[in-house]
T-cell receptor, first 112, second 114 residues
Framework: GQQVMQIPQYQHVQEGEDFTTYCNSS?????IQWYKQRPGGHPVFLIQ?????EVKKQKRLTFQFGEAKKNSSLHITATQTTDVGTYFC????????????FGTGTQLKVEL | NAGVTQTPKFRVLKTGQSMTLLCAQD?????MYWYRQDPGMGLRLIHY???????AKGEVPDGYNVSRLKKQNFLLGLESAAPSQTSVYFC?????????????FGPGTRLTVT
């Protein structure tokens, strides 16, 4: 089946520092979604990327989809304590049903 | 709208016991999903449904059964619980339709099998 790896697994930053998580696939993806899960919470949708080389921004968050559509990244500028959580990439599987396959996730901790 | 709700929030079972987890959504969404999340891992799809009366297997279906008798409800059953099924279970729904692509997740059910 489709496998998606995320790196790093954990990241500790000081508030104000930048943060990036990378998502890599062994196969070409049709699209990819990103979700955030706060500690003890449920995944919340952030964004979907579809086009090769696509870049989307949401305030301090920048999402990129690789030219070959095999990788994606999420970059947070000037982290805040509210950014704490685990960030998952989740490509949509082929075969109908809008099924997601979640990456392993990157857990972000932000220290004051 | 309550969104996606899950019942119960917590449950402890003994090995061999059975139980049913209920997921309900009031957004008239067509597609519904059951995931499990183990510590430090991403979510894995157990079963899903693309409409009332339909179900299909996901990535890790063994040991689970599902039913979608009503559009708003998606039930996940464990016939004979095993310690390996200790996990947090999330239900999600998806509205379909043009421009609709995010899955809405419930708050989760934390299940412990001893």
């Amino acid at each position: 089946g489709q496998q998606v790896m995320q790196i790093p697994q954990y990241q500790h930053v000081q508030e104000g520092e930048d943060f990036t998580t990378y998502c890599n696939s062994s196969t070409t993806l049709s699209n990819i979604q990103w979700y955030k899960q706060r500690p003890g919470g449920h995944p919340v949708f952030l964004i979907q990327l579809v086009k090769s080389g696509e870049v989307k921004k949401q305030k301090r968050l920048t999402f990129q989809f690789g030219e070959a559509k095999k990788n994606s990244s999420l970059h947070i500028t000037a982290t805040q304590t509210t950014d704490v959580g685990t960030y998952f990439c989740a490509p949509i599987l082929t075969g109908g049903g809008n099924k997601l396959t979640f990456g392993t996730g990157t857990q972000l901790k932000v220290e004051l | 709208n309550a969104g996606v709700t899950q019942t119960p929030k917590f449950r402890v079972l003994k090995t061999g016991q059975s139980m049913t987890l209920l997921c309900a959504q009031d957004m008239n969404h067509e597609y519904m999903y059951w995931y499990r999340q183990d510590p430090g891992m991403g979510l894995r799809l157990i079963h899903y449904s693309v409409g009332e009366g339909t179900t299909a297997k996901g990535e890790v279906p063994d040991g689970y059964n599902v039913s979608r008798l009503k559009k708003q409800n998606f039930l996940l059953g464990l016939e004979s619980a095993a310690p390996s099924q200790t996990s947090v279970y999330f239900c999600a729904s998806w509205p379909t339709g043009q421009g609709s692509y995010e899955q809405y997740f419930g708050p989760g059910t934390r299940l412990t099998v001893t």
